[in-house]
């Protein structure tokens, strides 16, 4: 039996780029389940289509893309947003990843690259236009080492983890891919993803970026 296509959104305002990324994208066999040209348009349309990937453009008409990536992770922590935009501003990139964006990629990428970064975001990689990954990375430190909220996890009544799940939640710290802890656990990548959701619920975090800082801030990456 074989695999289920990866199913792929477009999102972005200009009709000739999408429709050739959609093509592109079908063409090299993955399931294209939905267009939208501005920002509402792409929340409504990703709520009914139920992508696996949106590959989200950042400046829309409606709604910016940033908080479409927001409400779209926000109500499905699983989808993976992959970000291509033609804007390699810092504060673009970290923003993007602070609303919940697995990867960055430059519009100025090959269709090859584009391809790639889109099978491995749909794998849980963190994918990034290169240059751009050290920096997403530094934010995350930055971001830890600054105070937590009053109202934390540090409370006495804290959620406990299971071991596992603190184990995943370690090598999520660490940059690992879904597909990697599975297999260095030698588990399913499906159990991988139901540990990070068990984990998101308990921590009431919404998605990996939150769930990166949390460990990071408990040195759950140096462990």
Same mark, same amino acid.
């Given at each position: 039996? +074989?695999?289920?296509?990866?199913?792929?959104?477009? $999102?972005?305002?200009? @009709?000739?780029?999408?429709?050739?990324?959609? /093509?592109?994208?079908?063409?090299?066999?993955?399931?294209?389940?939905?267009?939208?040209?501005?920002?509402?348009?792409?929340?409504?349309?990703?709520?009914?289509?139920? @992508?696996?990937?949106?590959? =989200?453009?950042? %400046?829309?008409?409606?709604?910016?893309?940033? !908080?479409?990536?927001?409400?779209? $992770?926000?109500?499905?922590?699983?989808?993976? $947003?992959?970000?291509?935009?033609?804007?390699?501003?810092?504060?673009?990139?970290?923003?993007?990843?602070?609303?919940?964006?697995?990867?960055?990629?430059?519009? +100025?990428?090959?269709?090859?690259?584009?391809?790639?970064?889109?099978? /491995?975001?749909?794998?849980?990689?963190?994918?990034?236009? @290169?240059?751009?990954?050290?920096?997403?990375?530094?934010?995350?430190?930055?971001?830890? +080492?600054?105070?937590?909220?009053?109202?934390?996890?540090?409370?006495? %009544?804290? @959620?406990? =983890?299971?071991?596992?799940?603190?184990?995943?939640?370690? =090598?999520? &710290?660490?940059?690992? +891919?879904?597909?990697?802890? &599975?297999? /260095?656990? $030698?588990?399913?990548?499906?159990?991988? !993803? %139901?540990?990070? !959701? %068990?984990?998101?619920?308990?921590? !009431?975090?919404?998605?990996?970026?939150?769930?990166?800082?949390?460990?990071?801030?408990?040195?759950?990456?140096?462990?």
């Amino acid at each position: 039996m +074989s695999e289920q296509p990866i199913k792929v959104m477009v $999102v972005d305002d200009h @009709p000739m780029w999408r429709d050739a990324v959609a /093509r592109d994208l079908a063409e090299a066999g993955f399931a294209v389940v939905a267009t939208a040209g501005d920002g509402e348009q792409a929340v409504r349309r990703a709520l009914a289509a139920g @992508p696996d990937v949106l590959v =989200l453009d950042l %400046n829309l008409p409606a709604k910016p893309g940033v !908080q479409v990536c927001k409400e779209l $992770v926000g109500a499905n922590p699983a989808l993976r $947003v992959l970000v291509l935009s033609a804007s390699g501003e810092h504060a673009d990139v970290l923003e993007a990843v602070k609303s919940g964006a697995t990867g960055y990629l430059l519009k +100025s990428a090959s269709t090859g690259e584009l391809l790639d970064a889109v099978r /491995r975001t749909a794998a849980g990689d963190p994918v990034f236009t @290169p240059g751009l990954a050290g920096l997403v990375l530094g934010e995350y430190r930055r971001l830890a +080492s600054e105070p937590p909220p009053a109202a934390g996890a540090d409370e006495p %009544n804290a @959620p406990r =983890l299971t071991e596992r799940e603190t184990e995943v939640l370690r =090598l999520v &710290a660490k940059g690992l +891919s879904y597909k990697q802890i &599975a297999e /260095r656990l $030698v588990i399913s990548h499906r159990t991988v !993803q %139901n540990h990070v !959701q %068990n984990t998101l619920g308990k921590l !009431q975090l919404h998605n990996r970026v939150e769930l990166v800082r949390y460990a990071i801030e408990r040195g759950l990456d140096d462990a």
